[in-house]
T-cell receptor
Framework: DTGVSQDPRHKITKRGQNVTFRCDPISEHNRLYWYRQTLGQGPEFLTYFQNEAQLEKSRLLSDRFSAERPKGSFSTLEIQRTEQGDSAMYLC???????????????FGDGTRLSIL | GESVGLHLPTLSVQEGDNSIINCAYSNSASDYFIWYKQESGKGPQFIIDIRSNMDKRQGQRVTVLLNKTVKHLSLQIAATQPGDSAVYFCADVNQAGTALIFGKGTTLSVSS
């Protein structure tokens, strides 16, 4: 399978715990995006990397959230001190391109579903 | 502001019919639009995209129409099949040109 891979697929944790998700983009895709999706809504942008540089962060990305892409390949998204409102599907997408993102469409993984008890 | 929305939350069709899913957008400066299909438990799957210098683009069994005058786009699915049942999202690009802005989605149900 050469698509975007996310791990784990499901995560259940208690409120206050830290969680970390991993995303492996399509090989050679230089752009990587994180989105959050709640039930019945469309995905909402969280942050975006071009290679290893984090170029934009949404206001949705509070200081409890941190994302990294240390070698410009896989990325991790960490949530510290989780809260009930963090329960959602966390989606990763990747694309290949430079300049405007309309150069190439974004391809999504199947997400990590986070449930906070 | 930036927002992309769909006219109807649900659409039910018979197998073999043509389906039309509509989307309105508010940012007149948007120059790129994209349709995704999302099945239960999966991530959004790219269907087709269109740039603002076009008013129509065709793919395999799908056609996207863009009307910039009224800021409306539609996704037409020909000969709809049960496997087309899913939630369909339209999206455009934020003002910074760095991220997709999604609407709420239309749930398409296809009955045999």
């Amino acid at each position: 399978d050469t698509g975007v891979s996310q791990d784990p697929r499901h995560k259940i944790t208690k409120r206050g715990q830290n969680v970390t998700f991993r995303c492996d983009p399509i090989s050679e895709h230089n752009r990587l995006y994180w989105y959050r999706q709640t039930l019945g809504q469309g995905p909402e942008f969280l942050t975006y990397f071009q290679n290893e540089a984090q170029l934009e962060k949404s206001r949705l990305l509070s200081d409890r959230f941190s994302a990294e892409r240390p070698k410009g390949s896989f990325s991790t998204l960490e949530i510290q001190r989780t809260e009930q409102g963090d329960s959602a599907m966390y989606l990763c997408a990747s694309s290949l391109g430079t300049g405007d993102i309309s150069n190439q469409p974004q391809h999504f993984g199947d997400g990590t579903r986070l449930s906070i008890l | 502001g930036e927002s992309v929305g769909l006219h109807l939350p649900t659409l039910s069709v018979q197998e073999g019919d043509n389906s039309i899913i509509n989307c309105a957008y508010s940012n007149s400066a948007s120059d790129y639009f994209i349709w995704y299909k999302q099945e239960s438990g999966k991530g959004p799957q790219f269907i087709i995209d269109i740039r603002s210098n076009m008013d129509k683009r065709q793919g395999q069994r799908v056609t996207v129409l863009l009307n910039k005058t009224v800021k409306h786009l539609s996704l037409q699915i020909a000969a709809t099949q049960p496997g087309d049942s899913a939630v369909y999202f339209c999206a455009d690009v934020n003002q910074a040109g760095t991220a997709l802005i999604f609407g709420k989605g239309t749930t398409l149900s296809v009955s045999s």
